[in-house]
């Protein structure tokens, strides 16, 4: 069979055809999973989960709606996510149990940058594309973590060699927000999320069929192809190990 025969067979199967794999010891992570959300709920509230509506997110809400928990979500709605990503967030604000807040950024901030830098600004350097994350992510942030104790986030150390050592649970001094931070899924499989999204059908966001695994601001994330890493399609242009935008840099 041929290469683009091969592609093309492949461009037309979902992500749950393509990568849904348990690992062999899924079973004891799921259960490990739901006892540190259980955890969060009970010992760390006020808590709160990020969500950029990814697969590992949509996973998280999942579990935090299905146990059920007291665990609000909330979403930072950039001002330049794609489509897909806006109807997913709609969809999931109509039927998830938790609460699905939304913060933006401060609309006369982002103008204020547009108009000194442009529009295209990350494109021209990491500082200016770190400034636009600033505006657009960080800031919103903040606001989105003011009061807490805690935030659940969907790392995985699978995902890039900055994020290997990803713990369950970080309460080291390093962590910029001073914040005890749960990352539920540190230890799942790419397979095992697919697995999970595909047995209890949750529902995705569409971009995942196209190649994006991991999916931002529309600007600055692309599909990647076969044998390029996880995170290869989030500011491609820059530096491999520089590839945050400083929601989960430490000190």
Known sequence: ???????SRNALAKATEL???ASTDFATKLAETQALLQRAAAEFAPVVQASSLGAEDVVITHLINSLPLDIPVFVLETGALHTE???LLERT?????APIHVFRPVQASVIQFVRDKGQDAMYQSMDLRKACCGVRKLEPLA??????????TGLRQ?????????????TSEENTKNLAKFNPLARWTWGDVWHYIATNQVDYNPLHDQFFPSIGCAPCTRAI?????????RWWWEDE????CGLHVKK
């Open 158 to 170: 699978e995902q890039s060699s900055t994020r290997a050592e990803v713990p369950l649970l970080d």
């Open 85 to 87: 990503t806006l109807a």
């Open 241 to 244: 190990t520089a590839k945050e």
């Open 19 to 21: 990568h849904a794999k």
């Open 225 to 233: 192809s076969l044998g390029e890493a996880f995170r290869a399609g």
């Open 143 to 152: 606001r989105a973590l003011t009061g807490q104790r805690a935030w659940i």
């Open 1 to 7: 069979m041929s290469s683009s025969l091969i592609s």
């Open 93 to 97: 604000q109509a039927h998830s149990l």
